[in-house]
């Protein structure tokens, strides 16, 4: 009878610490829909700790499976083992995206006592998927505009070599030349455009050097500063004492920066505050092992971008301004890619925008 009762000890020991090390949160509840375990890695994904949520009702979780509301996910048991997804509250009351599965939880004799729910933060693959589609029309769209470009660029330059000929024929002071001086102008105008879209369909090779970020923002202020001083803007810079040199290529980090500061006076038309900080931060081992990065800070407290905006920040054509075209934050985004590194935006409406850049030192 001991012997009996020290294996089964010992199995009870070896699932509890089977349930504890797996990767998914665990989560068990009874027939009452109370819960009755809680998971080491279901305490990492939704901030609780198994004390302060067994013997609560399940609901405090608020799951809700994708395109339709789940009030208690314990019915309907036909299809209970398949995969699903939806979105679980956390502690901090924020909803995170998961892929889940409800099962019967079953005793000895094969009755059922409950149901066991699995789940996976879903948060990073949902953000690669959207990574992906986004490199994706990214191709498609500068295949697109490459074959536009090419096809206005020829007319238009025949109709400069037009305008300069009539122009030749024309007495300096007939009063038809301006009509000229404007055909050229807008000319130059749209060929201006064209570059933009060819910047966008076909990015400029690399050519790395080994630079601070300060020497890049050094190149830039000198020619916003003027603007900076018209709006009633304070710039403010902070660099991390012994900040690592990046190796990018300078130009075209230039670019980036210069459109972003760009873009954040232009949320700025009554003044206000903008700022660039840069830090050495370092990974997690296994997202990128024995490498360190250099963030940067970007921030402005303009008019913000709507919650529905953010998601398409990035994306070719999108743009909040009526005269804007919508390929500057495009381009910057394809540039970062490049260098093997990261951006990202964090806005709120009437309070400001941060864009964030990580890149390899």
Request: hydrophobic residues 35%.
């Amino acid at each position: 009878m001991q012997r009996q009762h020290k294996d089964v000890q010992q199995l009870r020991t070896f699932t509890e610490s089977l349930i504890q090390s797996i990767s998914s949160g665990l989560i068990l509840v009874n027939t009452k829909e109370q819960i009755t375990h809680f998971n080491r890695a279901a305490e990492k994904i939704l901030g609780y700790s198994r004390k302060e949520v067994v013997g609560k009702p399940f609901t405090i979780f608020s799951l809700k499976e994708k395109k339709q509301t789940m009030p208690t996910p314990f019915k309907n048991h036909d299809e209970m083992d398949s995969r699903r997804e939806g979105v679980i509250l956390r502690k901090d009351k924020v909803e995170i995206p998961i892929g889940f599965n409800i099962t019967d939880h079953l005793d000895s004799r094969g009755e059922r006592i409950g149901k066991i729910v699995s789940f996976r933060d879903m948060t990073n693959i949902l953000k690669l998927q959207e990574e992906i589609l986004r490199m994706d029309r990214l191709v498609s769209l500068g295949e697109l505009s490459s074959g536009i470009a090419h096809e206005i660029r020829n007319p238009l330059a025949g109709i400069k070599t037009t305008a300069q000929a009539l122009g030749e024929e024309m007495r300096q002071d007939d009063p038809k030349r301006e009509y000229l001086n404007r055909i050229t102008k807008e000319i130059d105008r749209l060929n201006e455009l064209l570059k933009t879209f060819f910047s966008f369909a076909k990015p400029q090779k690399l050519s790395l050097v080994v630079c601070n970020i300060r020497d890049i923002v050094n190149e830039i202020i000198p020619l916003l500063i003027k603007n900076i001083a018209n709006r009633g803007i304070n710039f403010t810079e902070e660099y991390a004492r012994n900040l690592p040199k990046v190796r990018v290529d300078f130009n075209q980090m230039h670019q980036v920066f210069l459109n972003l500061f760009l873009n954040a006076i232009q949320a700025m038309p009554n003044g206000g505050e903008l700022k660039i900080k840069a830090e050495a931060i370092a990974l997690a081992p296994l997202i990128d092992p024995g490498k360190d990065y250099v963030r940067i800070s970007i921030s402005d407290t303009g008019k913000g971008i709507p919650a529905h905006g953010i998601n398409k920040i990035f994306d070719p054509f999108f743009t909040t301004r009526s005269k804007g075209i919508g390929l500057g934050l495009s381009i910057t985004y394809q540039i970062v890619k490049k260098h093997g590194g990261n951006i990202r935006v964090e806005s709120k409406v009437d309070k400001g925008t941060t864009f964030i850049i990580t890149l390899p030192k």
